[in-house]
C-alpha cells in the first residue's frame, strides 16, 4: 500500500512571477486532504504541478514524492507512465476527460485494452463492476451512451469512473462538485469519501468552498497568494481557524452548508 504524495517546497513561476511559493504538505493514502483558498489563491497550479501539467514554460521547484520518487524531474515520458495509472485527476467540468463524440465504453476501457491488453470482454467487465461501485444506473446501458446523453452528476461520476479505471493510488479533483447543485454535489461527496474509505485511495480535494471541506475532508490546507497559511485537520482549522484569513473563509460560508457526510461505508446510492 502506499503512501501517497509528500509535497515539499513546492514552487511553479510562471514567466518569473512566483504562483506557488514553496509549499508542503501530505496526501496520505485513505484519507481526503482539503487544498481551500480564495480563487487565484492557486490551487489549481499547485494540482497541476504535482501532474506535471503546469503551463508550457513554468517552471516548478521542490519535491513530489511518490512511492519513494520524486515526480519533479522525471521526463515527460516517465511522467506519463504515472498519470493516469497511479495519480489520476478530475476536474470541475467532467466533459474535460471526456471526448464527445465516443461511447463511455470506449473511453472506459480504451486504457485497458491497449496498454493492459485485456480481452474487450475483461475490459468491458471491469467497466460495468466500475460503473455498478459509482452507483452509475443502468451500467451497460450507460457504457453504450454518449457524454451528452448524462446529466452533469452522472457525468461526473463517469469521469471518476475513467479517472479510477486504472486503478490510480492518489486522486486530485479540483472543484469536482462546484458546477453541481447542492444535492448532486452531496452524492459525488459521498462518492469520494466511499473510494477513499474502500480503496485506501489518497485524495487531494481541491475547492474554494469551506462547505465542501467540512462536509468530507480529513484535513485541511488553506492557501494565500501562493503559500499555506494555515494546516491542520479540517474540525480543528474549521472550529479554531489561527488566521484571519480562514476566518473570513469561514464568514463568507452560505448559512446552509453541506453536512458531513458518513465517513463509515454505506455503499448506498444518493
Ligand atoms: N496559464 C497561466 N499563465 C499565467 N498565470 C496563470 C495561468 N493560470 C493561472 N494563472 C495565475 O496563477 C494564479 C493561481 O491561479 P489558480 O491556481 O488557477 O487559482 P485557484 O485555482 O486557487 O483559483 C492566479 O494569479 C492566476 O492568474
Ligand atoms: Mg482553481
Known amino acids: 500500500m502506499s503512501s501517497g504524495l509528500q509535497i515539499r517546497d513546492l514552487t511553479l513561476r510562471i514567466g518569473g512571477t512566483p504562483i506557488v511559493s514553496g509549499i508542503s504538505f501530505d496526501v496520505p493514502s485513505g484519507q481526503i486532504t482539503g487544498l481551500a483558498g480564495e480563487s487565484g489563491s492557486g490551487k489549481t497550479m499547485t494540482g497541476l504541478s504535482i501532474c506535471g501539467l503546469q ?3 513554468a517552471e516548478r521547484g521542490g519535491t ?4 519513494g520518487r520524486n515526480l519533479i524531474g522525471l521526463s515527460e ?6 498519470r493516469g495509472t497511479d495519480i489520476a485527476m478530475i476536474f470541475q467540468d467532467p466533459t474535460a476527460s471526456l471526448h464527445p463524440m465516443l461511447r463511455i465504453e470506449h473511453q472506459l476501457t480504451d486504457h485497458l485494452r491497449f496498454h493492459e491488453r485485456m480481452t474487450r470482454q475483461a475490459a468491458r467487465s471491469r467497466a460495468i463492476d466500475l ?5 452509475v444506473p443502468e451500467p451497460a ?20 469512473a475513467i479517472a479510477m479505471i486504472c486503478r490510480p493510488q492518489v486522486l486530485i479533483a479540483d472543484e469536482p462538485t462546484t458546477a453541481l447543485d447542492v444535492t448532486v454535489q452531496a452524492g459525488i461527496l459521498r462518492l469520494l469519501r466511499e ?7 489518497a ?14 475532508a480529513d484535513s ?4 494565500r497568494r501562493g503559500e499555506v497559511v494555515e494546516s491542520g485537520t479540517c474540525h480543528q482549522v474549521i472550529t479554531d481557524p489561527k488566521e484571519p484569513y480562514t476566518r473570513s473563509l469561514i464568514d463568507s460560508l452560505p448559512a446552509a452548508a453541506p453536512t458531513r457526510v458518513a465517513t463509515t461505508t454505506g455503499l448506498e446510492s444518493l
Open 55 to 57: 503551463p508550457k514554460g
Open 64 to 67: 513530489v514524492e511518490f512511492a
Open 77 to 82: 515520458r516517465a511522467m506519463n507512465a504515472h
Open 131 to 135: 460503473l455498478a461501485s459509482l452507483h
Open 141 to 160: 446501458a450507460a457504457l453504450r451512451k454518449y457524454p451528452h446523453e448524462f446529466s452533469g452528476g452522472q457525468l461526473q461520476r463517469i469521469a471518476i
Open 195 to 201: 473510494l477513499c474509505d474502500e480503496y485506501g485511495l
Open 203 to 216: 485524495i487531494l480535494l481541491v475547492s474554494h468552498d469551506l462547505g465542501v471541506m467540512s462536509a468530507v
Open 220 to 223: 485541511l490546507i488553506v492557501m
